[in-house]
């Protein structure tokens, strides 16, 4: 039998085949013993492994032009690239509990007038000062309204429906990807709307789809803070897993910074959501959300909301920059 020429594959490929070769050995057990509800990785045939490798491995055709970047697989390889570049990020040092996490992002969206048309925001920059340890007052500069607004902690067993997270509260999180992919599918329905909360255009009822939330709640986490190496590359790789993920060869920023990126297309709302992702560092540069068809008076292809983080560091006070 011909043997797969392991040592030719770029890094991060050998994780990835590795996972889907110990996919028939774990779960054809498990759906035996504990058949899951929800999503459960396919068991793989040793031909179905060749062509998972196949595909996974084949390079698509570059756009050309000095910019062009590595080559782009799949959206799996993609996000296990970037997983394996967030496990190895320990460039804060130690972070303290009495510290607070700075980030500084540039922000542009629309939102319904007081006539009910969708009105476009400027691009504006919002800055936030979250405690790590999650028990102080976020500290909020808002560029838009020229404001500094200092918000409490989030009660206990709500801190991941905040706009703010602490990082002690995401080191609390799974680091397997299995189980992160669990816990965000099961978090967000139950109290909070995202989709009309993160595109203020869209209406309260439109809701996004299950597995659009999962992206949507990833990705507000991995924007709006520090997340920890282990959960970071847990959510990452969570993200592979959801159906419907694409690469994209050339993707922007609100910045306008290019990039490669991931995106999915909403099964309800008309919106495909849009991550920008470093082509060398693989650093999560922003997100944004783009209308894939005519709606409230908006063209298909508007960019209704779009954040790029500018910065992130860890200071010892609320209102100190870096």
């Known amino acids: 039998m011909n043997q797969l020429p392991e040592q030719d594959l770029p890094p991060g490929r050998h994780r990835l085949l590795k996972e889907h070769l110990m996919t028939e050995i774990r779960y054809t057990d498990e759906a035996v013993a504990i058949p899951r509800k929800r999503w459960v990785r396919p068991a793989l045939t040793a031909a179905a492994v060749a062509t998972v490798a196949a595909v996974t491995f084949t390079v698509l055709p570059s756009s050309g032009g000095a910019d062009a970047g590595p080559p782009i697989t799949s959206a799996a390889a993609l996000l296990e690239d970037v997983a394996l570049a967030a496990e190895h990020q320990h460039g804060y040092g130690r972070i303290r509990g009495d510290q607070f996490v700075y980030v500084d992002t540039e922000k542009t969206f629309f ?24 028990t102080r007052k976020t500290l909020v500069r808002d560029g ?63 809701e996004y789809d299950e597995h659009q939330t999962v992206l949507q ?17 847990a959510l ?58 005519d709606y409230r008076g908006l063209k298909k292809g508007t960019v209704i909301s779009d954040t790029a983080v500018e910065r992130r560091a860890v200071v010892d006070k609320a209102g100190q920059r870096p």
Do not use: C
């Open 111 to 134: 939102e319904t007038g007081p006539d009910g048309k969708a009105v476009s925001v400027p691009l504006y920059r919002k800055e936030s000062w979250v405690s790590v340890d999650g």
């Open 144 to 206: 838009r309204s020229d404001s500094e607004l200092s918000n409490p902690p989030a009660p206990r067993g709500q801190e991941i429906y905040g706009e703010f997270v602490s990082y002690n509260f995401l080191k609390s999180l799974p680091t397997e990807p299995d189980a992160m992919y669990d816990y965000l599918l099961e978090t967000p329905p139950r109290l909070i709307n995202f989709a009309n909360i993160d595109i203020p255009v869209l209406g309260v009822r439109d």
């Open 217 to 233: 709640l990833a990705g507000r986490l991995l924007k709006g803070s520090i997340v920890p190496p282990a959960q970071s590359a």
């Open 236 to 293: 990452y790789r969570a993200v592979a897993r959801i159906p419907g993920v694409a690469v994209i060869r050339n993707s922007v920023d609100a910045r306008g910074r290019h990039g490669v990126g991931i995106a999915r297309t909403d099964t309800k709302p008309p919106v495909r959501l849009e991550w920008t992702f470093d082509k060398t560092t693989y650093e999560l540069f922003g997100q944004r959300s783009i209308l894939t068809r």
